[in-house]
């Protein structure tokens, strides 16, 4: 689940974390991610699995790239491609903390 856009493990413990990567299998279900990120067809707005939404990535999805997209080999070549994606936002982020002047 989720509580106040975190996710929420079965256990009820709350992770604070950057980055989600939505993997639904065989049934997906986007209605519990806040802000809704499913367009008219009913499959998650994403572009090679990089959603609008800072932080959210999709994998899985039929067609996220190519044909194969739901199967191991397209699936892992979608899953790379959205890591590095996510490796640019780290380093974007860590890069522009070190620019910033210190403060008292």
Do not use: K
């Not at 639904?24 to 959603?51: C, K």
């Not at 990535?57 to 190519?66: A, R």
């Not at 070549?77 to 590095?84: G, H, M, N």
């Amino acid at each position: 689940g989720a509580r106040g856009g975190l996710p929420v493990l079965e256990d009820g413990t709350v992770l604070d974390v950057a980055n989600v990567v939505w993997c639904t299998g065989f049934r997906p279900d986007y209605t519990w991610i806040e802000p809704p990120v499913v367009g008219a067809d009913g499959w998650p707005i994403e572009r090679r699995g990089i959603s609008p939404v800072a932080g959210l990535y999709f994998l899985g999805v039929p067609f996220q790239y190519g044909v194969a997209s739901t199967l191991i080999d397209g699936a892992a070549r979608d899953a790379e491609y959205v890591v590095d994606r996510i490796a640019e936002r780290v380093h974007a982020t860590n890069d522009e903390r070190a620019m910033r002047p210190a403060t008292a």
